[in-house]
């Protein structure tokens, strides 16, 4: 993403609505705001990929919400890793 991204999405109708902006935000207003948001501008031959898989909150909702969660459903859902095309075991 760049400075001049968030230009354009903010003069959007939507976005001065829901923000409350009348004027186009100038791209120094874009560059610190990503500066803020601890955006980095750097060069990435394959591409640009975050998860935030190690943040606290990430983590804290996956080991307490996400995963007990998905322990209580696992029983119920099919799964293929096996190579059986069968979704349902024969009793």
Not at 45 to 69: A, C, M, S
Request: proline share 5%.
């Amino acid at each position: 993403m760049k400075a001049m991204d968030l230009v354009n999405f903010m003069d959007t109708p939507e976005m001065q609505a829901k923000s409350g902006l009348k004027r186009r935000i100038d791209i120094l207003t874009a560059q610190r705001w990503m500066k803020k948001l601890n955006y980095h501008w750097t060069y990435d031959p394959k591409g640009l990929y975050v998860d935030g898989h190690e943040w606290g909150d990430i983590v804290t909702y996956f080991q307490n919400i996400f995963l007990p969660r998905w322990v209580n459903i696992k029983a119920q859902t099919c799964d293929w890793s096996n190579g059986q095309l069968d979704p349902l075991p024969h009793k």
